[in-house]
């Protein structure tokens, strides 16, 4: 009974990482691919955009009208921030959201041109809405390294929804419309990727860029107080149809919902995969078969010793009569 409780659980613990590894494997898939059409394409809107939609699974992205743009393309800090409205699917719910997404940048620091500047793009909100660390608040961040491996939280867009922990004000009231929060104001950060004493980017004391729905008074490289978002324009969902958007829809609102081929790099997760079902063959034999085999091979072996044995001593008392019969 134990026997099997104990390969029971040993099968869950297989299911279980075999989960986890094919998770990694598929990531390794989506590494190639950000390192092969990307990551050179950064500040090449639509390689960037469409890469997005691909790699983070994104119903749309809509083209035009933008929600916001500042673009600066002269002087030491020049940089292009732009937000987009997006759809998702989550399960069987779509939702509405928005992306801000920051590439062209160029920062002189010193008389230098700075490599590969860690970005940090923070917004605030109007209410507690965003889930962060177990707590609701008002604002988030994300990061953006240029020479860390890719993963969702790498990338240099940061995301909302209308959904439950990210813009969905709390309501109790079931009968009411939802409520979402709005963006007071964006920022956004640049390291020199040094380390601080907390073993964190060191950002420059002074935000690269803030724009604000109202005048920011606190130091600023640059600034926008003229920064709105129009919720209508991303709030497309009252506008299609109950089974999601159409056709139509996606010239009428100029959605683009194309995607990458990833095929190519299915390698990736092949050659993960291979190496981890061997490793699992060869524990699993270790684990139930060896002691069987071993013990099956003794027995042949003992089994084969008898019988040479046998052979040996029916030989010797052959010799016996043989001598006996010839009177020796």
């Not at 099968?11 to 092969?36: G, M, N, P």
Request: glycine letters at 4%.
């Amino acid at each position: 009974m134990m026997k099997w409780i104990g390969r029971s659980i040993y099968v869950l613990v297989i299911i279980f990482v075999s989960v986890i590894i094919y998770r990694y494997a598929y990531t390794a898939k989506l590494q190639e691919y950000y390192d092969a059409e990307i990551r050179d394409n950064i500040n090449d809107d639509e390689t960037l955009l469409v890469g997005l939609n691909t790699l983070l699974t994104i119903d749309y992205y809509r083209e035009s009208p933008l929600l916001y743009q500042y673009v600066s393309d002269t002087g030491d800090y020049q940089f292009t921030l732009s937000s987009y409205a997006i759809g998702i699917t989550y399960g069987d719910v779509s939702y509405d959201g928005l992306m801000f997404v920051v590439n062209d940048v160029k920062i002189i620091e010193n008389g230098e041109l700075l490599t590969n500047p860690v970005l940090k793009i923070t917004v605030n909100l109007s209410h507690n809405t965003l889930l962060v660390e177990d707590e609701k608040t008002n604002f988030g961040s994300v990061y953006y390294d240029p020479l860390l491996p890719f993963s969702i939280y790498n990338v240099p867009a940061l995301f909302l929804f209308n959904a439950e922990n990210y813009l969905l004000i709390p309501n109790e009231d079931d009968t009411s419309d939802s409520q979402y929060a709005t963006i007071e104001n964006v920022t956004i950060e640049y390291s020199n990727g040094e380390a601080n004493e907390e073993n964190t980017y060191a950002f420059n004391e002074i935000p690269l860029f803030v724009g604000s729905k109202t005048e920011y008074r606190d130091a600023a490289l640059l600034k926008d107080s003229t920064f709105n978002i129009d919720t209508d324009l991303y709030q497309l969902s009252d506008e299609f149809g109950v089974d999601g958007f159409t056709t139509s829809d996606i010239d009428t609102y100029n959605l683009i919902i194309n995607k990458d081929d990833l095929s190519p790099y299915n390698g990736a997760i092949w050659r993960i995969m291979v190496i981890y079902v061997a490793l699992i063959i060869v524990i699993t034999y270790f684990l139930f078969f060896h002691k069987m085999v071993m013990g099956h091979m003794q027995y042949k072996k003992r089994m084969s010793d008898k019988e040479n044995t046998a052979k040996n001593t029916e030989v010797i008392f052959k010799d016996a009569d043989i001598d006996i019969k010839d009177g020796k």
